[in-house]
């Protein structure tokens, strides 16, 4: 899980045809694997900033925000993913 080089490496060439629905299906696979690392690593951090670490309140403030714009922003790409793999389907 969390693997960064199943996430950062380079797409085989494909000797098949290329199906649009089956790369969409293993692009939402890889993109939830994805998501669930963002967010143990901002739950991680927020509760890192709460601890007696003697953190500034600017700094855990702005763990706070960030956690939530990354988890914000990893579930809109995941609903856009999400519609589009639909649309694959029903297209063909």
Not at 29 to 58: I, K, R, Y
């Amino acid at each position: 899980m969390c693997n960064s080089d199943s996430f950062f490496a380079a797409p085989n060439p494909s000797t098949t045809e290329p199906n649009l629905g089956v790369d969409l299906l293993i692009f939402y696979d890889d993109f939830l694997e994805f998501q669930g690392c963002c967010t143990f690593l901002c739950d991680s951090f927020m509760s890192l900033s709460e601890t007696d670490m003697n953190l500034d309140e600017a700094c855990i403030r702005g763990v706070h925000i960030f956690s939530g714009q990354v988890k914000r922003t990893a579930e809109t790409l995941k609903d856009r993913l999400k519609v589009l793999l639909e649309q694959s389907r029903a297209s063909g």
